[in-house]
């Protein structure tokens, strides 16, 4: 290669370099412009502090529209803490026939006792016979006393029966139920439940929880059914545990309906006490972070802070608060994971100024 090509190549060399800072030094302005206008469509209008602690953003109301940032007022809830269990539909062919033994063994002991009402004038009679002159035979009288006596004692053996068939069913079904069951005329309740118009539930509830009564609601429905809960009547205490639960049983009545013999349902009873004041977070308004629930709680017309929530108890279409927001409180349903990308874009910003 001669010497003039050499030069040739060198100012070539030359020419390009400088055609490319020229690009450079002229096409910054744009770029920059470019790339800011797209990232920072919000920055223009809004700022985040740090006030008490919580990240603060202001949001001109404009820009909230522009963004499609609404938001609603939280309206008073209450809440009663409740307990959730398990139960099954209880059979009642033990108690229907222990029923009917007791009723057999109480027109026994009726039978008899008309019976001694004849045997005992009878003696009466012979005996005052006797005693006049000797009318009948001392041992006529002996045989109406011992007929009388022995009915008497049939009496009390019908007596001792129907009263260990009355122990029997309350031992098993405790006492509100063995009083439905030992009426000679069913009552209203019992009839209910010989005619399958209701049925007869064993709920479990936990060692510590409160014990229920018939003005502590509780709702069944069958297990892993998908269905609208059925609301059940408290009857008593049971004497007899599940085999397959560990707790404090109950029984409950509830209509039939789909419920059968043997089915096991779930259980949610309304635990006694005051109901919690508070109000329902709205599942819209939640946004997550660092495994946690946040909103934004709107403090200014054009100010919204952070705030961590609860979302131990679901109520409804969100989880019920008692504590941390208030009713009546704006908080945002639409848009807040706008600002908290937003927030969170500051905070790396100021990082890299640092």
Same mark, same amino acid.
């Given at each position: ?22 690009? %450079? ?6 770029? #920059?412009?470019? *790339? +800011? ?11 985040? *502090? ?22 609603? &007022? ?8 409740? %307990? ?12 229907? $026939? ?20 004849? +045997? ?24 109406? $006393? ?12 019908? #007596?001792?029966?129907? =009263? ?19 009426? =000679?005329?069913?009552? $209203? ?16 509830? !936990? ?9 502590? !609601? ?18 008593? &205490?049971?004497?007899? *545990?599940?085999? *397959? ?28 006490? =005051?109901?919690?004041?508070? %109000?329902?977070?709205?599942?819209? &308004? ?27 108890? $679901? ?15 704006? %908080? ?9 990308? #937003? #927030? ?11």
């Amino acid at each position: 290669m001669n010497r003039k090509t050499a030069i040739i190549i060198a100012l070539q060399t030359l020419i390009i370099v400088i055609l490319f800072w020229v690009l %450079v030094f002229y096409g910054k302005d744009e770029y #920059e412009a470019a *790339t +800011s206008g797209h990232d920072d469509a919000i920055a223009n209008t809004s700022h985040v *502090t740090t006030e008490n602690g919580a990240a603060t953003i202001t949001l001109s109301p404009d820009s909230q529209q522009q963004s499609g940032i609404t938001t609603t &007022a939280l309206k008073a809830a209450s809440h009663h803490v409740s %307990v959730s269990s398990f139960g099954m539909v209880i059979g009642i062919e033990s108690l229907v $026939e222990l029923r009917t033994r007791y009723l057999a063994a109480k027109t026994d002991a009726n039978v008899v006792r008309a019976a001694i009402a004849n +045997s005992q004038q009878e003696y009466q009679r012979l005996a005052q016979l006797n005693h006049d002159n000797r009318n009948v035979s001392d041992r006529a009288v002996a045989a109406a $006393e011992a007929a009388w006596k022995a009915d008497e004692a049939k009496l009390a053996a019908a #007596e001792t029966a129907a =009263s260990s068939i009355r122990d029997s069913i309350r031992q098993q079904w405790g006492d509100i139920l063995a009083g439905w069951a030992t009426q =000679s005329t069913p009552g $209203e309740m019992m009839q209910s439940l010989l005619q399958y118009r209701e049925v007869l539930v064993q709920v479990t509830l !936990p060692f510590d929880s409160a014990t229920p009564n018939k003005d502590t !609601p509780l709702f069944i429905e069958p297990a892993g059914a998908q269905g609208k809960a059925i609301a059940a009547t408290f009857v008593s &205490a049971s004497p007899l *545990t599940d085999a *397959t639960l560990q707790g404090k049983t109950f029984y409950y009545r509830a209509p039939a309906g789909n419920l059968r013999a043997g089915m096991r349902v779930t259980a949610r009873l309304s635990a006694p006490g =005051s109901a919690t004041s508070g %109000v329902i977070v709205p599942q819209t &308004a939640v946004v997550w972070y660092a495994n946690k629930a946040w909103i934004y709680k709107r403090q200014a017309a054009d100010k919204f802070v952070r705030q961590h929530v609860s979302t131990d108890i $679901e109520a409804g279409d969100g989880w019920f608060n008692s504590s941390g927001v208030a009713p009546g409180e704006e %908080v945002i349903t639409s848009g807040a994971q706008l600002l908290l990308s #937003e #927030e969170f874009k500051y905070q790396i910003k100021n990082e890299n100024e640092d």
